[in-house]
């Protein structure tokens, strides 16, 4: 059985569609199965895999509605281990249709029930802020990666996540884990990158991952090709950043592949 992974942090532009179009994407890579739902209505982590989110017909919108099937809304990629189920700005309505119905947080969670027989992981690219829509993909999740960006105040606003996450823990779902933070956009020359590191650590201690993720241009530019950075420029350090990520979180869920060829 898979692991359902959201990608969160209520603040924006702090790496979580780069972490996970490209997370996933060194997932498939590697030949773990993988599926990347995009729950943000700003449809960042569809338009990086080259869809264009106007002319997307079934989105997570039609999945969570229940109009459609999960077959119905999943695409193949260029990566033959990576599927992805694409967002639209529609979702917005999603969010405010959804307010008076009950059981309104485990939406996202019945719509993929069963999904994680199918894949290894499944990455969710949550919107930047703590409403209906993080907390579906909380409420759907086996854990959570926060991304950090090595920038002033980088702790601020964690605190806020990290309480509702213990909400979520406590009346949504009980097993919800913090799979870990990563630290994004990591400038080697420049001090404040290692003083943010230090900080975070020394706050968040042996849940941060040892691997980080470098600023790195072709991070940025692959989006605009369609591409997650492993088939724009393989060889860059932030296409190395994020396989070195996967390795790391697949090491520390090593009892789910313990039959995998690929760990063996
Ligand atoms: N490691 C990196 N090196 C260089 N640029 C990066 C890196 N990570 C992210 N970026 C750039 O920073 C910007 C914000 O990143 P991204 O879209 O991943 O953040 P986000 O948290 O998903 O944003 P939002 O909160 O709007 O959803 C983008 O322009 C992205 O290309
Ligand atoms: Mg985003």
Do not use: W
Request: charged share 20%; with cysteine.
């Amino acid at each position: 059985m898979g692991k359902i992974i959201s990608v969160a942090n209520q603040k924006g532009g702090v790496g979580k569609t780069t972490t996970a179009i490209n997370l996933a994407a060194s997932l498939a890579a590697i030949e773990h199965s993988t599926l990347l739902i995009d729950i943000d209505p700003q449809s960042n982590s569809t338009s990086g895999l080259g869809i264009d989110a106007k002319s997307v017909e079934n989105s997570i919108y039609e999945l969570m509605v229940g109009s459609v099937k999960p077959d119905e809304v999943i695409r193949n990629t260029d990566l033959p281990y990576l599927d992805l189920v694409p967002s639209h700005i529609n979702l917005v309505g999603a969010e405010i249709e959804m307010v008076d119905k009950s059981q309104r947080e485990g939406v996202l969670r019945d719509a993929i029930e069963g999904l994680e027989e199918q894949y290894d992981f499944i990455i969710i690219d949550c919107p930047p802020s703590l409403g209906l829509l993080t907390i579906n993909a909380l409420t759907a999740s086996h854990s959570v990666l926060i991304p950090v960006q090595c920038e002033y105040f980088a702790l601020e606003g964690l605190g806020q996540l990290l309480n509702t996450i213990k909400i979520v823990l406590q009346h949504l779902n009980p097993n919800l884990d913090i799979e870990g933070v990563v630290l994004t956009m990591y400038d080697t020359r420049t001090r404040l990158s290692n003083q943010v590191a230090d900080e975070v650590r020394r706050y968040f201690d042996d849940r941060v991952f040892e691997s980080v993720i470098a600023r790195n241009i072709r991070l940025a530019e692959a989006p605009s090709f369609g591409k997650p950075v492993i088939l724009y420029d393989s060889v860059s350090i932030g296409s190395k950043s994020y396989l070195a990520l996967a390795r790391e979180l697949i090491t520390k869920n090593k009892e789910l592949f313990k039959d995998s060829p690929v760990f063996a």
